[in-house]
């Protein structure tokens, strides 16, 4: 008998009761890249495709218990950080993930859901900044919440490469400024800072409202692919794609922003692999 090494993530964020963000679409994304997926919860919110109805943050203690249980048993080989609220989350998190050395660890810088509830707390900034970053092997914001996170105001490519540059200070060893609340028509594209240069990721730009969740799932495809081994820039280049078929394939869920599709990406591996000959 054969064992295959099984490759494990954990995400560490908030429910979206709606399935499109969150968790829920953390563990989709983990499955469909093959990666068993572990979750430690931060907040239930009550959500759906039409915003954020409430939300309910754990405990600290229920956090740290969760990832203890994980830390003392099963182990990771990457994590990713979405919603995580408040300062004391971000506090217990940072100490587990230092506790148990977990490698790869990818952080969302998650704020503000598209209807504008908050999803962390403004003095809260400040705890990412300086106990999360450190730890991280990549922090993927979007234009908003790197100004957030900078202080800077962006509007250029420079703007953004300031931006990357001035959060790898606060040790992170890459960031990924994300494009997709840009005005650019034609093009998404995501810049990379390694600590040394700069990569571009350019994706065509879906005219859709359809796009709940594509920060959880694109940082959620960058941890599965970290923690099967990848080196960054492949990771990247996978989520992207992965991103992409995702939100190109939509589903029409919900009467709002409807979420990402997490069959899109292997369908369409399926059928390049049968030399494009599409199978129902
Ligand atoms: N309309 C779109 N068409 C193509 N790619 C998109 C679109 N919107 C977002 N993306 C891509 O989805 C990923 C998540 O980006 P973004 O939507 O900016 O994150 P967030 O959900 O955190 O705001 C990025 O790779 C971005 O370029
Ligand atoms: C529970 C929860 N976590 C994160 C988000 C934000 O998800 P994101 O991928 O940034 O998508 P939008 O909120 O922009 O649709 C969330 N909404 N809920």
Redesign the pocket.
Known sequence: MTTNRVYKALTIAGSDSGGGAGIQADLKTFQELGVFGMSALTAITAQNTLGVQAVYPMSTEAVAEQLRSIGEDIGTDAVKTGMLFNAEIIEAVAAQIRYYRWPNVVI?P?MIAKGGASLLQQEAVQALLTELLPLAAVI?P??L?AEVLTGLTIRSFEDKQEAARKLAAYGAKAVII????EADPVE???LLYDGISFDT?I??????KN?H????T?SSAIAAELAKGSRLLEAVQT??QY??AA?EEQLEIGHGHGPTNHWAYQRRLRHQEQGGVRTV
Do not use: L, S, W
């Not at 994300?178 to 609340?181: L, M, N, R, Y």
């Not at 969740?213 to 959880?216: P, S, V, Y």
């Open positions: 969302d998650v993927t979007n234009i919440e994300k494009g997709g609340h998404a594209v995501d990721f994706g065509t730009r879906i005219k859709t796009t969740g594509t920060g959880c694109y989520a992207k991103i992409q939100i």
